[in-house]
């Protein structure tokens, strides 16, 4: 086993896992649509895209180093009726600030703070209120639960749904690796390495291509599709996921904001399972305790053959999210998993989705 491979291996594939008056730059809106920029608190431009009409819900998107464009059309069209779905592009990729390929995108600009100022000026400069109802998927699960404990903004929120969720303690990613290990093959795990090396900045002439941000993501999600078939290296499913015309922001810094995010978080990615090698910080993720302080309603959805293991995020087991939520004893607590999904249920089985938030806003 080449370990610096591993090494690299992981580090790349880890992400895919005050007051304001409004001051919009721009501003545009349809019927049903409407879009613009605000001001972060260090002046960073976030790029919002509100959909529908109704309850407020506030989305955040995957990656990190992901933009919003995956989720508007799945999550309209299974849970959007009678909600007002409010997306933006986090900091560093999509239409928000952060210069492309630029030595400004740091660990001064790109850290868990930063993301946590973004999400709260999102609520305060829409006018959402004091609190806010909030879904993340993947990592804008564990987005949403940073927020949702951290003693600055814990208060500012009404409802929690987390989606094909990370984990709120760190050892989840062990499994989450030699999950995918065990359904890509390591030969493949060796491709998707090579393939992330063309969107990896190397010098000040780097330009990757739209194709290779393309190939890059639609070989490796299609190992998060419950449906993958090995014996022909595809899944049917996977092809329903687009990455709408992503934009230079996303293409050039796509990787280079989730390795800074995850640093910001100190995830360890040390040996765990059957994966052996050095590290690359200390584990300190852990948020199980603060989410027993939780009082509001929380809606739990993991695919069943989600490369994120479940016992992670539904069920009893120690570091759960909903173990935890349950031994706080304030959180009401809707849990689903769906069977024959993976990462993206809104995709897989969208009808099992739409039924898993029924009700989930009433009252809200």
Not at 46 to 73: M, R
Not at 84 to 113: E, P, W
Request: some cysteine.
């Amino acid at each position: 086993m080449n370990f610096n491979i591993f090494r690299t291996f992981k580090l790349l594939i880890l992400g895919f896992l005050l007051t304001f008056t409004v001051n919009w730059d721009c501003f545009n809106s349809s019927k049903d649509t409407q879009e613009g920029i605000i001001r972060s608190v260090d002046g960073t431009p976030i790029f919002f895209k509100k959909v529908g009409s109704g309850t407020p819900v506030v989305v955040l998107h995957g990656g990190p180093g992901l933009d919003h464009n995956y989720l508007v059309a799945h999550l309209s069209q299974t849970i959007g009726a009678g909600k007002q779905l409010i997306f933006f592009d986090q900091r560093g990729t999509g239409l928000s600030g952060g210069s492309v390929g630029s030595s400004d995108l740091n660990a001064n600009f790109i850290n868990k703070d930063k993301f946590l100022q973004d999400l709260d000026a999102i609520r305060v400069q829409l006018g959402l209120g004091e609190k806010i109802n909030i879904l993340g998927h993947s990592w804008g699960g564990l987005y949403a639960m940073l927020y949702a404990t951290d003693n600055k903004y814990k208060n500012n929120v009404k409802s929690l749904a987390l989606v094909g969720s990370a984990g709120a303690h760190h050892s989840y990613y062990g499994q989450f690796l030699n999950n995918l290990i065990d359904r890509a093959t390591l030969q493949n795990v060796g491709i998707i390495v090579e393939k992330a090396r063309l969107l990896t900045p190397n010098d000040s002439n780097f330009s990757p291509s739209s194709n290779a941000f393309k190939d890059y993501y639609d070989f490796t999600f299609k190992f998060y599709f419950a449906d993958y078939n090995s014996n022909i290296g595809k899944s049917q499913n996977s092809q329903s996921l687009r990455f709408n015309s992503p934009s230079d922001r996303t293409i050039h810094n796509g990787l280079a904001v989730s390795s800074l995010i995850n640093s910001s978080l100190i995830i360890d990615t040390a040996a765990y399972g059957n994966l052996q090698g050095p590290g690359i910080g200390n584990s300190n993720l852990n948020l199980t305790t603060q989410l027993r302080n939780i009082n509001y309603p929380v809606l739990l959805v993991h695919g069943k053959k989600d490369l994120i293991p479940s016992n992670f995020i539904i069920g009893n087991d120690a570091l759960s999210v909903q173990a935890n939520l349950r031994m706080g004893g304030k959180a009401t607590i809707k849990a689903r998993l769906i069977a024959d999904s993976g990462h993206f249920p809104f995709i897989e089985q969208p009808t099992a989705f739409t039924e898993a938030f029924e009700g989930f806003y009433n009252n809200l």
